[in-house]
């Protein structure tokens, strides 16, 4: 399909602003907050001057309409990503975007919902946004939602947007205490666990919050026979006597950072192995560590209460929390001494 479409009318679409807040210079900026562990800090997504791409046009953030009686709205049905950029040794660049553009199709693909752009064109509308909005460390959300439909069947369209804002270069995390969630993830065979589906981080918003009200960071979900399976929104590992273990992928989102950790234990001849295994046996771990694409390499310092063997300095994570800094900013970690 082209890129680059012609404007649509604005009577086309409704425009729904969550939540806007006042500037001086009169426009609008939406608000979330981005946990830090002990505190949050309001974070910025969009100004009256933030460009965005929406259906093969780059609008104004501010200006940008979508329709209230879509799906994705309802249903939750509808997909996205989440992309790195960083400010490199090379300049700008998109970490792993084949890969994570490919996914989206993938999505798509695997909920029925029709989608025709190729990787590269989104590649290449998603440097534009950068360029437009003047980021070079930033995170990026492409999101697929569909047409209006209150009917329980496949979109008859879909939009595409890609919107980008600042991020720190290497979130300044500590690592997190955790407990272990009594939310599971769902079942396999009731829906498509390989897709990132809008709808199934409800289920991580449960368990975030639950989380949250018991005094903890963070939280480790159950797959369906009480194994370990992931974070709310990140992928995990553990070390033990020198062998880091990580669930397979069965009962989770197969992370696009998860497959980068698993190259990295290989480059650096850390054992790595896939395996089912509860969460007792955590409480005997030396460490463990969550990994995503907003989060990057976040270390655990205890799960229930019960403190890591090893702090986390003296971990396997950290040696790989280092590397991955350094790949993702083509850096050279051929000194990372293990």
């Not at 995170?139 to 008859?156: D, E, G, K, Q």
């Not at 300044?172 to 589906?197: D, G, H, Y």
């Not at 979900?221 to 009480?226: C, E, I, Q, T, Y």
């Amino acid at each position: 399909m082209s890129l680059f479409s012609e404007n649509r009318g604005s009577d086309d679409y409704v425009l729904n602003y969550i939540k806007t807040a006042p500037r001086d210079w009169g426009g609008f900026v939406l608000y979330g907050l981005l946990q830090t562990n002990d505190c949050f800090r309001s974070m910025e997504y969009y100004n009256s001057e933030t460009i965005l791409f929406l259906d093969g046009n780059f609008v104004k953030a501010s200006e940008a309409k979508t329709d209230l009686f879509g799906q994705t709205l309802h249903y939750g049905y509808g997909v996205f990503e989440g992309i790195r950029a960083y400010e490199t040794v090379n300049g700008t660049k998109l970490f792993k975007a084949h890969e994570h553009f490919e996914r989206l199709k993938r999505s798509c693909k695997l909920m029925g919902i029709p989608f025709e752009y190729s990787t590269e064109e989104m590649v290449q509308a998603t440097y534009q946004v950068l360029e437009r909005n003047s980021l070079s460390n930033a995170y990026i959300r492409p999101l697929v939602f569909c047409s209006p439909n209150m009917s329980l069947t496949a979109p008859n369209g879909v939009s595409l947007m890609i919107a980008a804002w600042e991020c720190e270069q290497h979130p300044t995390l500590k690592p997190s205490r955790i407990c272990i969630s009594s939310f599971q993830r769902p079942n396999p065979k009731a829906v498509t666990m390989e897709a990132k589906v809008c709808g199934l981080y409800v289920n991580s918003i449960l368990a975030t919050t639950e989380a949250k009200k018991r005094g903890f960071d963070d939280c480790l979900l159950l797959d369906l026979s009480g194994f370990v399976a992931e974070g709310p929104g990140a992928n995990f590992f553990y070390e033990k006597d020198g062998i880091i273990y990580t669930p397979p992928a069965e009962s989770i989102l197969p992370g696009i950072t998860r497959k980068t950790v698993i190259h990295i234990c290989r480059q650096l001849e850390l054992p790595v192995e896939e395996k089912y295994f509860r969460p007792e046996e955590l409480f005997e771990a030396d460490s463990a560590f969550f990994c995503s694409t907003m989060l990057e390499i976040v270390g655990v310092s205890s799960i229930e209460g019960q403190p890591m063997g090893l702090d986390w300095k003296d971990s396997m994570g950290a040696l790989i929390q280092e590397t991955y800094r350094n790949i993702v900013l083509e850096k050279s970690y051929s000194y990372v001494i293990v």
